[in-house]
């Protein structure tokens, strides 16, 4: 009995198939799927962001700021940045730190500003981007001046 | 005594529906999908906090390599302008072929005099070609005259000037496109960065914060 079921069922598959052709559309939905994140993942990362720079007019306008205020960066080779409080004092060492660090000095800065000038918002900066400075460590310095806030900052020509 | 009949049902799952799906979801992406035009070298920008996207319209890009080279991309709708503009300007002989040329190279990267040949060069064969690059020193400042003729052309109009330079670019070389753009009345740029999350617990992450919950 077995048997012949078997051999019947088979003869209604085989006429089954020969009527309508059925495709197995696994393998072409994976590749459908795999394009599709393929896309996705390259729209999203080619999009590029900008960081606007707006800056004055070279004219020889002497602009009056307070000394307390200010904290002058000098940007020098190997991604490290030398810099100092109010004037600089001759002989004096100059203090070194780097990117990771800077965030802390700056705001160290804001705080003795707000202390002596009762508002954080006084503080100045200085930026002397050196020959050895690449664009990367002007970017990260502009950064941070968004970061925190600095609403006066100069960036000085790299004339030395 | 028979046995109890299981009805088998096939496995078969009809994928035809997904894979309509898939299509139409691939089909998107590539018509949302806008291609990078072609670059004229390599350049890894550096990452920044700015959120704002870069404008893809009138943009007049000057981008600066880790060798310190300069070069010049431009939208197709100034182009063709500024080609114009220059070519009046510097009293130099093209054809309309030239023109053409100039059209389908997507950047430029050689001092004015080799700029015909320039043109002609297949951008498949550029990669193998040391260009020399847009010259801005203060003797020989073409990239200013290249500024200017943009502006002359994009009169009226609102360009983007944008500046793209690598991670390792000198600091002088990118003070010097900067000079260009000042000796043109140009002051606002536009600096190609890729984007980076705001260190939480800082001023700026807070305004942002503040700005979201408006």
């Known amino acids: 009995m077995a048997q012949i079921e078997e051999s019947n069922r088979r003869k209604s598959k085989k006429n089954y198939y020969s009527k309508t052709l059925r495709v197995d559309l696994t393998p072409m939905v994976d590749l459908g799927f795999l394009l599709i994140t393929f896309f996705m993942f390259t729209t999203v990362l080619s999009q590029p962001t900008i960081a606007k720079l707006y800056l004055p007019k070279d004219i020889n306008v002497k602009t009056p700021i307070k000394k307390s205020a200010v904290l002058t960066l000098m940007l020098t080779r190997n991604d490290s940045i030398a810099w100092y409080e109010g004037n600089k004092i001759k002989n004096e060492p100059l203090a070194y730190c780097n990117y990771n660090n800077l965030r802390s000095v700056i705001q160290q800065k804001q705080a003795k500003v707000a202390k002596v000038l009762g508002n954080r918002s006084e503080t100045v900066i200085i930026i002397y981007p050196g020959k050895e400075s690449t664009y990367e460590n002007f970017i990260n310095i502009m950064d941070e001046i968004s970061i925190n806030d600095i609403t006066h900052y100069f960036v000085m020509n790299s004339k030395q | ?214």
């Open chain 2, 1 to 214: 005594m028979a046995r109890a009949k299981i009805k088998r049902g096939s496995t078969h799952v009809d994928m035809t529906a997904m894979c309509d799906v898939a299509f139409l979801l691939l089909t998107f992406f590539i018509l949302a999908a806008n291609f990078k035009p072609t670059e004229a070298v390599e350049i890894t920008t550096p990452t920044s906090v700015s959120n704002t996207h870069a404008p893809m319209k009138d943009a007049f890009t000057v981008s600066v390599d880790k060798d310190n080279r300069i070069f010049l991309n431009m939208t197709d709708e100034i182009k063709g302008d500024v080609f114009d503009e220059l070519v009046q300007e510097k009293n130099m002989k093209v054809t309309p072929e030239d023109k053409k040329y100039f059209m389908a190279t997507g950047f430029i990267g050689v001092p004015f005099n080799q700029l015909l040949q320039f043109i002609r060069i297949p951008s498949d064969q550029l990669k193998n070609i040391k260009l020399p690059g847009i010259p801005a020193d203060s003797t020989n400042n073409e990239l200013s005259e290249w500024i200017r003729a943009a502006k002359t052309a994009g009169m009226g109009k609102k360009l983007n000037f944008l500046i793209k330079a690598d991670d390792n670019t000198k600091y002088p070389a990118f003070g010097k496109v900067i000079d260009a753009f000042k000796k043109n009345d140009e002051y606002k740029y536009n600096l190609i960065t890729s984007a980076e999350d705001v260190p939480p617990g800082t001023p700026l992450y807070e305004d942002n914060l503040k700005a979201q919950h408006k």
